[in-house]
């Protein structure tokens, strides 16, 4: 199975300030069809995730354009230019490239 | 609006069966594939299966294999999650989540699986 690293594990950030979480995977996430397929969620305490990124860097709608995914191959980043209040939570990263799908282990984003 | 509510969580012994269904509306919902997703107690998301269009390809993670059986059913737009020989390890909350775009673009609210030992 294709193995999911995020880090770091637990982020606390200052509101206003920017914040990076990085994912790693075990094996290169380029599917035979040339797309990528990676994912970011989001996960505020209590609710469903909800997804951010797909394809690496595809911003799902109503996600707010603070938000950013880069990357390639087997390491990938989420950027927060500036956080705010409503982005405390749990961040995962998921591979849909590989069967089984894979998640990381999420972060938790805190304010200080 | 994309609506996806579970239901048919509960209760139950270890070795028991139970049945979770999530009902669709918002979306033509045969023209998705679908996935279960759970999440232990205070621990990390994990994919569970994954069912394509008229459901005749399957996937699951080795763990629930032979043991749980994804469906659909396009008439009533609805998918479903057979889990039997249930385990300890499998309390958890089941989410229903769609493909669109990529992987999970659309989730539920979930349901409580608790496996009592």
Not at chain 1, 55 to 81: A, C, E, H, Q, Y
Not at chain 2, 38 to 63: C, F, M, T
């Amino acid at each position: 199975d294709v193995v999911m690293t995020q880090s770091p594990l637990s982020l606390p950030v200052t509101l206003g300030q920017p914040a990076s979480i990085s994912c790693r995977s075990s094996q290169s996430l380029v599917s035979g069809d040339g797309n990528t397929y990676l994912n970011w969620f989001h996960q505020r305490p209590g609710q469903s995730p909800r997804r951010l990124i797909y394809k690496v860097s595809n911003r799902d709608s109503g996600v707010p354009d603070r938000f950013s995914g880069s990357g390639s191959g087997t390491d990938f980043t989420l950027k927060i230019t500036r956080v705010e209040a409503e982005d405390v939570g749990l961040y995962y990263c998921m591979q849909g490239t590989h069967w089984p799908r894979t998640f990381g282990q999420g972060t938790k984003v805190e304010i200080k | 609006e994309v609506q996806l509510v579970e239901s048919g969580g509960g209760l139950v012994q270890s070795g028991g069966s139970l049945r979770l269904s999530c009902s669709a509306s918002g979306f033509a919902f045969s023209n998705y594939w679908m996935n279960w997703v759970r999440q232990a107690p205070g621990k990390g998301l994990e994919w569970v299966a994954h069912i394509k269009l008229d459901g005749n390809d399957k996937n699951y993670v080795d763990s629930v294999k032979g043991r749980f059986t994804i469906s659909r059913d396009d008439a009533k737009n609805s998918l479903f999650l057979q889990m039997n020989s249930l385990r300890p390890e499998d309390t958890a909350v089941y989410y229903c989540a769609r493909d669109g775009d990529g992987e999970l673009d659309y989730w539920g609210q979930g349901t409580l699986i608790i496996v009592s030992s």
